[in-house]
Structure formats: C-alpha cells, structure tokens
C-alpha cells in the first residue's frame, strides 16, 4: 500500500466530496517537484433537457497568484441516445496542462478524479476521449482507455 501510494499521484487518503457544491477534492502529488497541489472536479446540473449531471471541470491548481492552475478539462455529457434517453457518455475536451508540468502525471490523475467523482453518481457512464487528440493524449488513452473508456473507478478502488 506504501509503495502503491508514492507511485499513485493522486493521495488517495485525500479524496474528499463537498456535498454543498457538488464538488470531490484531492490533492496532487508532483513526481518532480514532490509538491502537493489542491485538484478538484465540479459537477454541473444541466438544463430540462437532461437528467443529472450536464458537465465536469477539473483542475490541478498551482501553488500562489503566478502560478494559478497547471492543468484542466472539461467533460462534457454526449447528446440523446437514438431513444431520447439521456447519453451515458462524458466526452473530454478543452484540456491542458502547462508545457513545465506535461508528461507528469497531470491529466492522468485529473482524468482518475473526474473519473471516480463520477463512478460514485448513481447514473452509470462512460469517459471517453476527444475526437480530436494531441498524440500525446492518444498515446495515454490508449494506454490506460479501457475499450475507449477511462477506467470508472479511475484506478483508485
């Protein structure tokens, strides 16, 4: 569990929901740094059109005013299914994670959280990624997208 935990950069003992404003917490363990940084997921409710949650935005916050957020994505849930029935799919877009700070982990461990706020909802789902990917980001869903999909518990049961 030790060993499991220093490899982990997300503090899995961390982990938090704040039920008020819809909104799981966690901090972020950089493998370079050794900083941990606040990340957290908001959950948005949608409009009439949809039952339950409309869309996610996560970000791993930095540490002071020049150096105000390192990483972030926005999931966003997919349209109707072919029988009016609200989309099962959370389809990532508009992420980023400043260059100092890529290919460590950022969007990976933003990606888990989003990933397990979303698995404890009681509506089932699916994280899938952007048609339109960096190669990077391909490469890293490939590696870790089960079937198209981020792991639902967002490795961290």
């Known amino acids: 569990r030790a060993w499991?935990?220093?490899k982990m950069p997300i503090d899995g003992d961390s982990i938090r929901y704040d039920r008020k404003n819809d909104r799981w917490g966690a901090e972020f363990y950089d493998p370079d740094t050794h900083e941990r940084l606040p990340m957290q997921a908001n959950m948005?409710?949608?409009d009439d059109t949809y039952a339950g949650i409309s869309s996610i935005e996560g970000s791993i916050m930095g540490l002071g005013e020049d150096d105000p957020q390192r990483t972030h994505a926005f999931a966003e849930r997919q349209g109707d299914d072919h029988y009016g029935n609200p989309s099962s799919k959370y389809q990532?877009?508009?992420?980023w994670t400043k260059p100092p700070h890529q290919r460590k982990g950022y969007?990976?461990?933003l990606y888990d959280l989003i990933a397990y706020?979303?698995?404890?909802?009681k509506e089932d789902y699916d994280l899938v990624g952007d048609s339109m990917q960096s190669a990077e980001a391909y490469e890293m869903w490939q590696k870790y997208g089960e079937y198209g999909s981020w792991p639902k518990d967002g490795g961290m049961a």
């Open 4 to 6: 499991d935990l220093l």
């Open 107 to 109: 969007a990976k461990a």
């Open 92 to 95: 990532i877009k508009d992420v």
């Open 44 to 46: 948005y409710e949608g």
């Open 117 to 121: 706020a979303l698995s404890n909802r």
